[in-house]
C-alpha cells in the first residue's frame, strides 16, 4: 500500500513562495495520477492541481492558474507544488493524493484513493 507523506508547508507573507512535496512509498507511484487539494476552515476539500503519471498532462484550478505549478520526479517518488504569488486566501490544509487505479490526472476529488495527512498553509496579509 503506497503511502503518502507531504511536507513544505508554514507561515508566509503575502506575494511569497513555497513548495509543497509529497513523497510516495511503494514501486508502483509511477503508475500512478496524483492531485492536490485544499481545505480552509469550514469550507469543503477543494481541487487545486493534478498531473498524470508521466507528468505529460496538468490540471489546476482558476485560482491555481498563472502562480501553481505542479511536477513530479518518478525516480524520487515525489511530486511538487511550487506555489508563487501566495494570498491570504490560500490559507489551508493541503492534502496531497494518488488515483491508485488510474494514470489520468482528474479534478475530481472523488476519483483519489490514497491521501495523505495533510500540510498546514498560512499566508498573512
Known amino acids: 500500500q503506497v503511502q503518502l507523506v507531504e511536507s513544505g508547508g508554514g507561515l508566509v507573507q503575502a506575494g511569497g513562495s513555497l513548495r509543497l512535496s509529497c513523497a510516495a512509498s511503494g514501486r508502483t507511484f509511477s503508475n500512478y495520477a496524483m492531485g492536490w487539494f485544499r481545505q480552509a476552515p469550514e469550507k469543503e476539500r477543494e481541487f487545486v492541481a493534478t498531473?498524470?503519471?508521466?507528468?505529460?498532462?496538468?490540471y489546476y484550478a482558476d485560482s491555481a492558474k498563472g502562480r501553481f505549478t505542479l511536477s513530479r520526479d518518478n525516480a524520487k517518488n515525489t511530486v511538487y507544488l511550487q506555489m508563487n504569488s501566495l494570498k491570504p486566501e490560500d490559507t489551508a490544509v493541503y492534502y496531497c493524493?494518488?488515483?491508485?487505479?488510474?494514470?489520468?490526472?482528474?479534478?475530481?476529488?472523488?476519483?483519489?484513493?490514497?491521501w495523505g495527512q495533510g500540510t498546514q498553509v498560512t499566508v498573512s496579509s
Open positions: 493524493a494518488a488515483r491508485s487505479n488510474s494514470r489520468l490526472a482528474s479534478r475530481t476529488l472523488s476519483d483519489y484513493t490514497l
Open positions: 498531473i498524470s503519471w508521466s507528468g505529460s498532462t496538468t
